[in-house]
């Protein structure tokens, strides 16, 4: 089992700053896998940024330039910088952590911002 469990969400302005926490508890060495996910109203769930397998990054067009990713395995943490928000990157905020047979996701952190 692993514990997914995300923080930092809140509401800002546009134009503003957030960063995203998740901190991962259980067995996580089994983890080969963590990223950012986020499920505007309305929408469906979409990938906003992860490591890949090789420790590179992959964004979503949408957050490319304004977000990092970022990670301290010694405190077994996953970050997400945002920057620039717009009011279209309201959304819940998840954290997925993945073992070779199950997909971890935390309960999500509400980001909201103001035009």
């Known amino acids: 089992q692993v514990q997914p469990v995300e923080s930092g969400g809140g509401l800002v302005q546009a134009g503003g700053s957030l960063r995203l926490s998740c901190v991962a508890s259980?067995?996580?060495?089994?983890?080969?896998?963590m990223g950012w996910y986020r499920q505007p109203p309305g929408k469906q769930r979409e990938l906003v940024a992860r490591?890949?397998?090789?420790?590179?990054?992959i964004f979503a067009d949408s957050v490319k330039g304004r977000f990092t990713i970022s990670r301290d395995n010694a405190k077994n943490t996953l970050y997400l910088q945002m920057n620039s928000l717009k009011p279209e990157d309201t959304a819940v905020y998840y954290c997925?952590?993945?073992?070779?047979?199950?997909?971890?996701w935390g309960q999500g952190t509400q980001v909201t911002v103001s035009s």
């Open positions: 490591f890949t397998s090789g420790g590179t990054t």
């Open positions: 997925l952590a993945r073992t070779p047979t199950t997909d971890y």
């Open positions: 259980g067995s996580i060495f089994s983890i080969n896998y």
